[in-house]
Every structure is written in C-alpha cells, then in structure tokens.
C-alpha cells in the first residue's frame, strides 16, 4: 500500500512542477500559444487532483503513522 499512495504523490509532485513550468513559460511564450498553456496547466491541475485522490484513499490503509504523516505533509505542500 504505501508503493500505491507514493507513486501518484510523485505523479503529483511532478505535475505540479508543470504547472510551475506553465506559468514561468507564459511570459516568454508567443501569444498565439496561450491556449496551448492554458490546457498544459489545466491538465495539469487535474492530474494533481486525480493523483492525491488516490494517495488519499491508500492511505486509508497503511498503519505506519510516520508514513502517512510524511504522505499527507508532502500533499498538503501541493
């Protein structure tokens, strides 16, 4: 169970790492791609919703209390 909650938390953490990256490409982007980044931090926004939902629901299962603690530390930093 705990491969199964830290593999969507990295999904997230990665997402939103894109989402970082969309918004630092914006000013420097040709304007006529805005609505490429538009979608990019959309998509991103909705990986990272779909990824903690399942670290969430996994972490229903795991006992080792550190584990989690760490787990839903690193969620909530997203």
């Not at 805005?34 to 972490?59: F, H, K, P, Y």
Request: glycine letters at 6%; aromatic letters at 2%.
């Amino acid at each position: 169970m705990k491969v199964a909650a830290t593999v969507p938390l990295g999904v997230a953490e990665k997402c939103s790492a894109i989402g970082k990256l969309v918004d630092e490409l914006k000013p420097i982007t040709n304007p006529s791609m805005s609505s490429d980044l538009t979608v990019a931090g959309a998509l991103a926004r909705a990986s990272i919703t779909g990824a903690l939902a399942n670290v969430s629901i996994n972490l229903e299962s795991i006992k080792d209390q550190a584990f989690v603690a760490d787990a839903r530390r690193r969620a909530a930093l997203l």
